[in-house]
C-alpha cells in the first residue's frame, strides 16, 4: 500500500513540520518514506508546500502530482491542488482560513477550523497539528508508540517544552 | 538493522564525508546545497575540523588545492554556475594528480539559470568541464541512502587513482529526506607519500605541480594519466539494472529522473509491456556493457534526462547505434512526469520512435 500526501500552506504555518513528523511516523512504523519540500524564494512567508510518500513499496519519484490526501491550509493551495487529489482522496481544509467550500463531489473533505481553535485554546502556531491529530485519528493510528518516537524525533531537547502542547493540540483535533 | 534516520540528501552528504575521514571544506553558499555547508559549518569546529566559507568559489577550490596537497580528505560542494567557477581549480587538480571530492547539486542553466532540479551539468561533468585533456570520475545518486555510501566511494576512489571524484546529483535528491543508514564500511585513508607535509629533513622535497614547460614531458604526463583513466573504465564503471532480462524496450535514467522512470515502467509493465530501466552510477566512466547487451534484445532505448539531451550521445556510443535511442526530457527545472515517461514507452511499443 502507497499513500501520498501534499501538505500545502503559508510559510510559518508548520507545513513542513507536519510532514516531517508523518515522514517520521512511517519510518518508525517501518514503512518506505520520502519528505520533499519546495525550496526556493517562495519559502521566505509565500506558500510552502511538500510531499510525503507512506509506502510498503521502494519508492520511485518523491514528487506528489496526485495525492490521496490534500492538507491546504490556505486559499490558494486548495484553489492549486483541488483538482489534482484522487478520487476518493481526502481533503483537510483549514476552514477558519479557506472560507470557500471544495467544490468536488467524489473526495472526502473535512473542514477544520483549526488556526482559530488554536488561538481560542493557547495552541498558537498548532493549527498544523490539530489537523494532524486529526487526520491521524482518522487513519486511526493516533494513540501509537511510533508517532510518540516520530515527536521526540521531531522535536529537538532545547524545545522539549513544546513537546506537551504538540501533544494536546493533536488531541484536540482528534475529538473534531 | 542499524537505525535509521532521516535526512536531507545534502545533509546526508555532509555526514557521509565526516565519516569517510574528511576534515577540511571549503565552499560558497548558493541554492541548492547551502545544508552541506551549514553541516560542516555546525560539526567541522566539534572534530577538530576546518569549515571555511571562502570569499568565492574559485577562493575554495584552491584552497581544495592546497589541503589536498597536504595530503588531507578534503571536500567542497556548491550547484551548477559556482561549479563553472571551480572549473579551473578542477582542471589544477587534475594536472597536479590530487584526490578531492567535489559536489554539484545541478539547477537549471545556462547562466544564473534558476534554482530548481536540473542534469544540464552532464557534459560539464563527464568531459571534465575544465581546461585540458583530463577526466574525473562522476558517480550519481538516485536516493539519500546513495548520497552517503557514494561520498564515502568517492573518497576512496579519489585516493585511489588521485584525482577529483565529482558526486552529481541534483536539487531534488539534494532537498529531499529519506531513511538514511550510517551503518557503512569505511576504508581508512591510504598512506600518501607524495603529499606536501614537511621533508623535516629527512627526504627529498615532494613538488605538487601542473606546470610542465617541457612539452614532451607534458606529454608523457598526459599519456600515462589516461593509462590510469583505462584502468578506471575496466574497474570502475557502476549501473544497476531493473527489469531488464526480458525488455524489449529500456529506458534509461540517473539521478531524480530514474527515481521517475521506475514509476513509469512499473506503470508500463502492469499494461504487460516489456520494458526495463538501465541506472548508470557512474557517468564517467560511463558504464557500456548493458547497453550493449540491451542492443541485442531491446529495439529501442529511451534516455530521460532532465536537459536538452546529453547522456543520450554516450548511450548511443555505448550501444554502437544498433537500435535507436530517443529522449524524454524536460528542463530548466521542469521534472519529466512518470506519465510521460510512461507515454514514451507506450509510443516505442507501438513501434514508433
Known sequence: ?176 | MADKVLMKGNEAIAEAAILAGCRHYFGYPITPQTEIAAYMAKRMPKIGGTFLQAESEIAAINMVYGASAAGKRVMTSSSSPGISLKGEGISYLAGSDLPAVIVNAQRGGPGLGGIQPSQSDYFQATRGGGHGDYHMIVLTPDSVQEMAELTIKAFDLADKYRMPVMLLADGTIGQMMEPVCFDLAIDPAPEKPWATTGTEGKRAHNVINSLYLNPAELEQTNIERYARYDEIAKNEARYEEYLMDDAEIAVTAFGIAARVTKNAVNEARKEGIKVGLIRPITVWPFPKAPYEKAAEHCKQIISVELNMGQMIEDVRLACNCKIPVSLCSRVGGMIPTPNQVLDAIRAAAKGGK
Open chain 1, 1 to 176: 500500500m502507497t499513500t501520498q500526501y501534499l501538505f500545502a500552506g503559508f510559510g510559518g504555518q508548520g507545513i513542513l513540520f507536519a510532514g516531517k513528523l508523518l515522514a517520521y511516523k512511517g519510518l518508525m512504523d517501518g514503512k518506505n518514506v520520502s519528505w520533499l519540500p519546495s525550496y526556493g524564494p517562495e519559502m521566505r512567508g509565500g506558500t510552502a508546500n511538500c510531499s510525503v510518500i507512506v509506502s510498503d513499496e521502494p519508492i520511485g519519484a518523491p514528487i506528489v502530482l496526485n495525492p490521496d490526501v490534500l492538507i491546504a491550509m490556505n486559499l490558494p493551495s486548495l484553489d492549486r491542488y483541488e483538482n489534482d487529489v484522487v478520487p476518493g482522496g481526502t481533503i483537510y481544509v483549514d476552514s477558519s482560513l479557506i472560507e470557500r467550500k471544495v467544490t468536488r463531489d467524489d473526495v472526502t473533505v473535512r473542514y477544520i477550523p483549526a488556526t482559530s481553535l488554536a488561538a481560542q485554546k493557547g495552541l498558537d502556531g498548532l493549527a498544523n497539528m490539530i489537523i494532524m491529530g486529526n487526520l491521524l485519528n482518522n487513519e486511526g493510528s493516533l494513540a501509537s508508540e511510533s508517532l510518540e518516537k516520530a515527536l521526540g524525533k521531531c522535536i529537538s531537547a532545547r524545545h522539549a517544552d513544546r513537546l506537551q502542547l504538540n501533544r494536546d493540540a493533536m488531541s484536540l483535533g482528534s475529538e473534531l
